[in-house]
């Protein structure tokens, strides 16, 4: 997925999760069921939130499996305009991701969720910005930039982000493809509309 061969991710996540229930593999067969459908948020194909996966991966006993799983699905969730429900799976994300100490990635759910909700903290979104900034992968730095953007409060000024630094981490042809949960030129746009 993060080569952005989605066609080719989501076919090899069904196989995997044939193989996976026919072994009667959980742990397996939730990994590949969160790889499938991530690949068909990425690609446009998931457009409703699916709960009871998000349930399910949380019964596997794989923390960080619900926390992807868990993102994805508020990921839906928001572009459905179920705004809520995005917040409330990427707050649980997030409290699995901090648990862990993955805490670059609980910025980005962090990030999903005030998103969705439509405000914050000035202090807040100064401190995720400049930790975002601080973190080891780009594509999620600049995701969590764009969606905080989208809420930043609307009398404080914002930092200048270095935006096009992160952007430089994917190549052209892919910038229009979804990550996580926004794609390089929408966390642009989310950017220059703020």
């Known amino acids: ?50 709960r009871e996966l998000c349930d399910l991966a949380a019964q596997a006993g794989v923390a960080e499996l619900e926390a992807f799983v868990c993102l994805n699905e508020g990921a839906v969730a928001f572009r459905e305009g179920d705004l809520a429900l995005a917040a409330d799976l990427a707050t649980r994300a997030q409290r699995v991701w901090e648990a862990l100490g993955k805490t670059h990635v609980a910025l980005l759910a962090r990030a999903l969720a005030i998103a969705s909700i439509g405000s914050v903290d000035p202090d807040e ?17 600049l995701q969590i930039i764009g969606l905080l953007a ?27 493809t979804r990550m996580e949960v926004v794609s390089v030129d929408e966390a642009i746009a989310l950017c220059a509309a703020s």
Do not use: K, N
Not at 33 to 47: D, E
């Open 125 to 141: 979104a100064a401190s995720i910005s400049s930790r975002a900034l601080a973190g080891p992968l780009p594509t999620i730095s």
């Open 1 to 50: 997925m993060e080569a952005f061969r989605l066609d080719e991710a989501a076919a090899r996540a069904e196989a995997a999760l044939a193989l996976a229930a026919s072994c009667r593999q959980a742990r397996y067969e939730g990994r590949a069921a969160w790889i499938a459908r991530a690949a068909a948020y990425r690609m446009g194909a998931a457009t409703s939130p699916d």
């Open 150 to 176: 989208r809420a930043w409060p609307a009398h404080t000024p914002r930092p200048a982000w270095p935006i096009h630094a992160l952007v430089a981490a994917v190549p052209a042809r892919h910038q229009g």
